[in-house]
């Protein structure tokens, strides 16, 4: 499974929700779709938007956990 890490990343860099949307223009509903890790795909622009935000890369911004297969 991917997960991804934007409210530990917003923690850290101490930004709400609301910041994150005034910073790469991307609707507050999208937003709280990923930080909740509701949704089952991400955008790349939507991505390039909020790895500029959050200054840091896709691997900062993404976790693989491997799924229990037995």
């Keep these: 499974m ?3 890490r934007l409210a530990e990343l917003m923690g850290i860099k101490r930004l709400e929700r609301a910041d994150i949307a005034r910073m790469t223009g991307l609707q507050s509903k999208t937003i ?3 930080f909740y890790n509701e949704t089952k795909g ?3 622009d ?3 938007k909020l790895c500029w935000a959050l200054e840091c890369n896709t ?3 993404f976790r693989y956990i491997p799924d229990d297969l037995h």
Excluded: W
């Design 46 to 48: 939507t991505l390039d």
């Design 59 to 61: 691997q900062e911004l």
């Design 32 to 34: 709280k779709k990923i």
């Design 42 to 44: 991400i955008d790349f």
């Design 2 to 4: 991917i997960k991804n």
